[in-house]
Protein backbone atom coordinates (compact mmCIF):
# COMPACT_ATOMS: atom_id res chain seq x y z
CA UNK A 1 0.00 0.00 0.00
CA UNK A 2 1.32 3.56 -0.91
CA UNK A 3 -0.45 6.25 1.02
CA UNK A 4 -0.37 9.99 -0.86
CA UNK A 5 -1.09 13.28 1.05
CA UNK A 6 -1.49 16.89 -1.31
CA UNK A 7 -1.01 19.95 0.41
CA UNK A 8 -0.56 23.20 -0.92
CA UNK A 9 -3.84 24.70 -2.73
CA UNK A 10 -5.72 27.29 -2.21
CA UNK A 11 -7.00 30.95 -3.51
CA UNK A 12 -4.87 32.69 -5.70
CA UNK A 13 -5.26 35.91 -8.39
CA UNK A 14 -4.54 35.54 -12.05
CA UNK A 15 -1.12 35.41 -13.08
CA UNK A 16 0.11 34.35 -9.14
CA UNK A 17 2.11 31.11 -7.98
CA UNK A 18 1.20 28.27 -5.58
CA UNK A 19 3.67 25.57 -4.93
CA UNK A 20 1.59 22.43 -4.41
CA UNK A 21 3.42 19.32 -2.46
CA UNK A 22 2.76 15.66 -2.25
CA UNK A 23 4.24 13.52 1.08
CA UNK A 24 4.15 9.70 -0.04
CA UNK A 25 4.21 6.87 2.22
CA UNK A 26 3.97 3.12 2.70
CA UNK A 27 5.89 1.14 0.20
CA UNK A 28 7.96 3.35 -1.35
CA UNK A 29 10.32 1.65 -2.62
CA UNK A 30 8.32 0.29 -5.37
CA UNK A 31 7.24 3.50 -6.72
CA UNK A 32 8.25 4.15 -10.06
CA UNK A 33 6.92 7.67 -12.11
CA UNK A 34 4.60 10.40 -9.81
CA UNK A 35 2.09 12.40 -12.06
CA UNK A 36 -0.01 15.43 -10.95
CA UNK A 37 -3.87 15.49 -13.00
CA UNK A 38 -6.47 17.66 -12.46
CA UNK A 39 -10.05 17.75 -12.42
CA UNK A 40 -12.48 20.50 -12.83
CA UNK A 41 -16.38 20.11 -12.38
CA UNK A 42 -17.66 18.38 -15.26
CA UNK A 43 -15.10 17.72 -16.64
CA UNK A 44 -12.70 14.24 -16.94
CA UNK A 45 -9.01 13.90 -15.40
CA UNK A 46 -6.61 15.62 -17.42
CA UNK A 47 -2.85 14.73 -17.07
CA UNK A 48 -1.01 17.39 -15.60
CA UNK A 49 2.48 16.74 -15.16
CA UNK A 50 4.80 13.77 -14.86
CA UNK A 51 7.94 12.95 -13.49
CA UNK A 52 10.46 9.64 -13.82
CA UNK A 53 11.64 7.43 -10.67
CA UNK A 54 14.90 9.29 -10.52
CA UNK A 55 13.59 12.47 -11.81
CA UNK A 56 15.36 12.93 -14.42
CA UNK A 57 12.77 12.80 -16.83
CA UNK A 58 9.46 15.48 -16.61
CA UNK A 59 6.42 15.26 -19.27
CA UNK A 60 3.75 18.36 -19.08
CA UNK A 61 0.30 18.62 -20.25
CA UNK A 62 0.27 21.21 -23.41
CA UNK A 63 -1.75 23.32 -21.31
CA UNK A 64 0.98 23.86 -18.44
CA UNK A 65 4.04 23.52 -19.99
CA UNK A 66 6.55 26.56 -19.55
CA UNK A 67 4.47 27.75 -16.42
CA UNK A 68 4.19 24.56 -14.21
CA UNK A 69 7.56 22.35 -12.94
CA UNK A 70 7.19 19.11 -11.26
CA UNK A 71 9.72 17.59 -9.15
CA UNK A 72 10.80 15.08 -6.90
CA UNK A 73 13.06 13.99 -3.58
CA UNK A 74 13.37 10.56 -3.12
CA UNK A 75 14.99 10.69 0.01
CA UNK A 76 11.97 12.65 1.64
CA UNK A 77 9.19 10.64 -0.77
CA UNK A 78 7.94 13.87 -2.03
CA UNK A 79 6.63 15.27 -5.50
CA UNK A 80 5.84 19.10 -6.18
CA UNK A 81 4.42 20.66 -8.48
CA UNK A 82 5.25 24.59 -8.44
CA UNK A 83 2.41 26.48 -10.11
CA UNK A 84 3.37 29.98 -11.82
CA UNK A 85 1.42 32.78 -13.99
CA UNK A 86 -1.88 30.89 -12.79
CA UNK A 87 -5.22 31.68 -14.97
CA UNK A 88 -8.65 30.89 -14.10
CA UNK A 89 -8.90 27.99 -16.12
CA UNK A 90 -6.19 26.61 -13.63
CA UNK A 91 -8.79 26.48 -11.11
CA UNK A 92 -9.37 22.28 -10.53
CA UNK A 93 -8.79 19.83 -7.98
CA UNK A 94 -4.86 18.69 -7.88
CA UNK A 95 -4.25 14.87 -7.03
CA UNK A 96 -0.78 13.43 -7.29
CA UNK A 97 -0.56 9.79 -8.32
CA UNK A 98 1.74 7.04 -8.18
CA UNK A 99 2.52 4.29 -10.63
CA UNK A 100 3.84 1.12 -9.68
CA UNK A 101 4.20 -0.95 -12.70
CA UNK A 102 4.30 1.52 -16.15
CA UNK A 103 7.44 2.33 -18.17
CA UNK A 104 8.24 5.86 -18.79
CA UNK A 105 5.88 7.99 -17.55
CA UNK A 106 2.57 7.22 -18.19
CA UNK A 107 -0.51 9.97 -19.18
CA UNK A 108 -3.64 8.19 -18.28
CA UNK A 109 -5.51 8.09 -15.25
CA UNK A 110 -5.86 4.72 -15.05
CA UNK A 111 -1.90 3.63 -15.46
CA UNK A 112 -1.49 5.18 -12.15
CA UNK A 113 -1.93 2.80 -8.89
CA UNK A 114 -2.53 4.96 -5.65
CA UNK A 115 -4.00 8.71 -5.73
CA UNK A 116 -4.11 11.45 -3.09
CA UNK A 117 -7.20 13.01 -1.96
CA UNK A 118 -6.86 16.09 -3.99
CA UNK A 119 -6.17 19.74 -3.01
CA UNK A 120 -8.25 22.50 -4.25
CA UNK A 121 -6.64 25.42 -6.53
CA UNK A 122 -8.65 28.34 -7.48
CA UNK A 123 -7.34 31.32 -9.89
CA UNK A 124 -9.56 34.05 -9.61
CA UNK A 125 -10.00 36.55 -12.31
Known amino acids: QVQLVESGGGLVQTGGSLRLSCAVS????????MGWFRQAPGQEREFVAGISWSGGHAFYGDSVKGRFTISRDNVKNTVTLQMNSLKPEDSAVYYC??????????????????WGQGTQVTVSS
Open 26 to 33: GRTFSMNA
Open 97 to 114: AVDLNSYGIPLRPNDYDY
